[in-house]
Structures are given as structure tokens and as C-alpha cells.
């Protein structure tokens, strides 16, 4: 083939056809129209060049190619309270109270809204002064602020606005589902809505002993699939356990149901203390102590339910309900063979709680053990191991290095436990099993030596 040939074989090339822009242009228009309010929040790492890049505009004074996406960003991490109390960032803050005083563009003065929301202070000079500019260009803002400020008519007023959304909630049953009806498009936000938490939680504060309003503060807290919030622990945790230091302990459904609540909520101060840290010591008291309760209940319930030599359990079951009442186990801690976690979570899932991993732990010895459960007691300076069917008791000093330790997720029964045990026994003879485990808990038991 000679090249002429194959020159004039090869088709011409057809330019592309760029795609038609109307949709997507239209797209952006109605996303800018329905949330002209975006401010994005910049990584961490990147905030302290963003306010070098401001500074550097305001004092060149050279704007020429700036973005007005770039200056809402850089007020935003001005307006954050990690900046705007430094002296160096002042210039930047009075800069966007000049730019809102001037400004006939409805795009930077919703963006500066958002920018109110979220750095949202009571009292505060930056939030006063924002609302006061926002105000006085009120003739700028997208219908749906207007619409909310109509609900609050001075949603603008950084001494009151908080207050005034809180007034809004009392009356409310589900007060996440009302803001947002109220257009509130994220009730959980930060800055404002952090405000109005912390108020709204002092409000119903003195109502937290009753049922119906824990349920209402637990459905603002969870109101749908992955909108849990968890900021602002501590003033939850104090505001439900407050009512109970130093008083009388409420009936048991009421104190399952807290438990519970918190314990959704929180996690399990006892295995993730994360979100307790802060925790006034009295009110983790109380906590500690319920959990110790509801959990040797709780174990006591599961063995009932599968227990087949009933009167023997019977007598265990109210020995170590005495001793508990009576102040002598400090901490309990349960871990259920297969059958019985799949008992114990549809237990509390009919009981309308979550089945949250972590509630309690597993015991995995398979085989003949396959079915053992066990509970684990801290008593005085003693690790007491009991467990249902015909598992022996067995007990530790709390300083011997082979004590099984509460709280962990997973326990053996035989290698955690039964071969580690310097002291045991059956039950067999309910009364010399009641007299050893009250003599044993107040006596010296040996330290474990590994057999040789």
C-alpha cells in the first residue's frame, strides 16, 4: 500500500460536540438559589494560610482575580472562635462589617448569614454586630430566612435569638422535627444550634425525672437514622442524673430506661469514656452504681429465660441480689455465650432500647462450655466469677495478676477463668456455697500458681 493511498483512505476527523450546558447550568442555579448560604469550612491545616492570603489582599489592597468564594472562606475562619479574639485578625473581621455595609449582592449577604449561624455567640460583640449588619440589609435576604424570621422576629439578635428558638420548643414533642418545619434546615448545626441546645436542655432540666420527658429529649438528641448528636455531653449526662444525688433511687423501669438512654447516647462510661469526660464525680457515681444494678439484673433475667435448674439459680440469684442491695458488690460486669446475647439483645430491642455493641461481653469458649455465661463481681478486694448451670464460682484477690479484669469485651471461661483460679466452688450444697463466697470475700484467698 503506497502512502497516497492510505492518506486518502483515512476518514476525517470530526470535531467533538461539547455536551448542551442549559441543564447543567440551571442545576447549579437552582443549588445556589436553594442554599446561597454555603460557606465551605476549609481543612484545619489550611486556616492559617488562608488568613496570611487575606491579610495579605487587605494591605495591597489588590483584589483583582479574588473570588468572592475565597472571601467568605476567609471570614469564616475569621468568625471561628479559635480566631477572631487574635489582634491580627481583627483587620479582617471589621473588613467584612465594611464589605456587609456596602454590599447590594444578595450571594454575600446570605453567605454572611451562614456565617452568623455558625459562629453564633450570645452577646458577643462579633455576633451583635453581624446581626445588626444583616438587619440593615434585611431587603437582601433569600426567602428563606425571611421565612424563619417571620416565626422569630429577632433571629438577627445575638443578645436574645437563642432564647427566643427555645421558647419555640417547649411545647414541642419532637422539637428536631419542629425546627425543622420552622425551616431550620439542621437543627443540629453548630454556633446558634449549639446555643439552642444548652438552653433547651436547662429548660427542661427540672422535668427530667419523668419518663415522658426524657423520651422527648432522647428523640432531639436521635430524631432519625444518622442524626445523633453528641456535643455538648456533659450538660445532657448532669441535667438527667442531677435529679438523683443524694435522693432516692426511681423505680427500676424508669432507671433501666436512663441507663440505657445514656448509654446509647454516650457509650458505656465503663468501657468508652470518652464523651464523659468532664462529668462532675457525683453524677459518674450514680451512673456507676446503676449500671452495676441493671446489669446483674440483667444477667439474672437472661439465666432465668434459660436456665433449666430453676429453684437452685433461684437461691444464687436472690443471694447476690441481697448483697448488692445491701452496698457489697462495687462493679458488674457480664459476658453471655452466643444463645444468651441473642436473648439479651431482643430483650432490649422489645424493650425499645438499642442492642449497642459494647453493652456487654461475649464469652467464646465453644464445646461443652458453649452455652456458659458468666458474671463477673468486683466485691470489696475480691474478683467473684460466677456463671449459670453448673460453672463453680470463683474467686480472685483484685491485685493477683491472673484476676480476670471487668469490662473487657471477651472472656474464655476455662482460660480466663476456671484455669486461673486459685479458689472455687460448686454449688451443689447452696448452703456451704453461701458460707464459703462470704468467707472467702472477706478472707485472704491465695494467690493463682501455675500448676506444674
Given at each position: ?331 458488674v460486669w457480664v459476658a453471655f455465650c ?100 462470704m468467707y472467702s470475700i472477706d478472707s ?9
Amino acid at each position: 500500500m503506497d502512502l497516497d493511498f492510505a492518506l486518502n483512505s483515512v476518514r476525517p476527523l470530526s470535531l467533538p460536540v461539547l455536551p448542551k450546558l442549559t441543564r447543567l447550568i440551571a442545576a447549579k442555579k437552582r443549588v445556589l438559589n436553594r442554599w446561597p448560604d454555603i460557606v465551605s469550612d476549609p481543612p484545619e491545616a489550611d486556616k492559617e494560610v488562608i488568613i496570611a492570603q487575606m491579610l495579605a489582599l487587605l494591605q495591597n489592597n489588590s483584589w483583582e482575580d479574588t473570588k468572592m468564594s475565597f472571601v467568605l472562606r476567609a471570614f469564616k475562619v475569621a468568625f471561628d472562635s479559635k480566631f477572631r479574639t487574635r489582634d491580627d485578625v481583627s483587620p479582617i473581621i471589621e473588613h467584612a462589617f465594611d464589605e456587609l455595609k456596602a454590599t447590594t449582592r444578595p450571594t454575600f449577604l446570605n453567605g454572611m448569614v451562614a456565617i452568623y449561624f455558625s459562629s453564633y455567640e450570645p452577646e458577643a460583640y462579633h455576633s451583635l454586630e453581624l446581626g445588626r449588619r444583616i438587619t440593615a440589609k434585611r431587603h437582601l435576604l433569600k426567602s428563606k430566612w425571611l421565612a424563619i424570621e417571620k416565626t422569630y422576629p429577632f433571629l438577627f439578635d445575638a443578645s436574645r435569638a437563642h432564647r427566643d428558638i427555645v421558647a419555640s420548643m417547649e411545647n414541642m414533642d419532637e422539637p428536631w422535627q419542629g425546627l425543622k418545619a420552622n425551616g431550620f434546615s439542621n437543627p443540629h448545626a453548630t454556633g446558634l444550634m449549639d446555643h439552642v441546645h444548652i438552653a433547651y436542655v436547662d429548660m427542661i432540666r427540672p422535668k427530667l425525672h419523668m419518663k415522658k420527658w426524657l423520651d422527648i429529649l432522647f428523640k432531639w438528641l436521635n430524631p432519625e437514622a444518622g442524626k445523633r448528636k453528641i456535643t455538648n455531653s456533659i450538660n445532657v449526662i448532669e441535667a438527667v442524673l442531677g435529679h438523683w444525688i443524694g435522693k432516692s433511687v426511681p423505680d427500676q423501669a424508669l432507671r433501666q430506661a436512663i441507663t440505657e438512654y445514656l448509654i446509647n447516647q454516650y457509650n458505656d462510661p465503663r468501657t468508652n469514656e470518652s464523651l464523659w469526660m468532664g462529668v462532675a464525680e457525683d453524677h459518674r457515681k450514680v451512673i456507676f452504681r446503676w449500671l452495676t444494678g441493671e446489669d446483674l439484673r440483667f444477667f439474672t433475667a437472661i439465666v432465668d429465660a434459660t436456665q433449666k435448674e430453676v429453684k437452685q439459680w433461684e437461691t444464687r440469684k436472690e443471694f447476690w441480689l441481697k448483697l448488692y442491695d445491701k452496698g457489697k458488690i462495687d462493679a458488674v460486669w457480664v459476658a453471655f455465650c452466643p444463645s444468651a446475647e441473642c436473648r439479651a439483645r431482643e430483650l432490649l430491642t422489645r424493650d425499645g432500647f438499642t442492642a449497642k455493641d459494647g453493652r456487654f461481653g461475649k464469652q467464646s469458649k465453644g464445646g461443652a462450655r458453649s452455652n456458659t455465661s458468666i458474671l463477673l463481681m468486683q466485691i470489696g478486694k475480691k474478683i467473684v466469677v460466677d456463671g449459670c448451670h453448673d460453672y463453680k464460682t470463683h474467686i480472685f484477690n483484685i491485685d493477683d495478676p491472673m484476676a480476670p479484669k471487668l469490662f473487657k469485651p471477651e472472656y474464655d471461661c476455662d482460660a480466663d477463668v476456671r484455669h486461673r483460679s486459685p479458689s472455687s466452688k460448686s454449688h451443689h450444697s447452696i448452703f456451704d456455697w453461701k458460707q464459703w463466697v462470704m468467707y472467702s470475700i472477706d478472707s485472704n484467698t491465695p494467690m493463682y500458681k501455675k500448676k506444674s
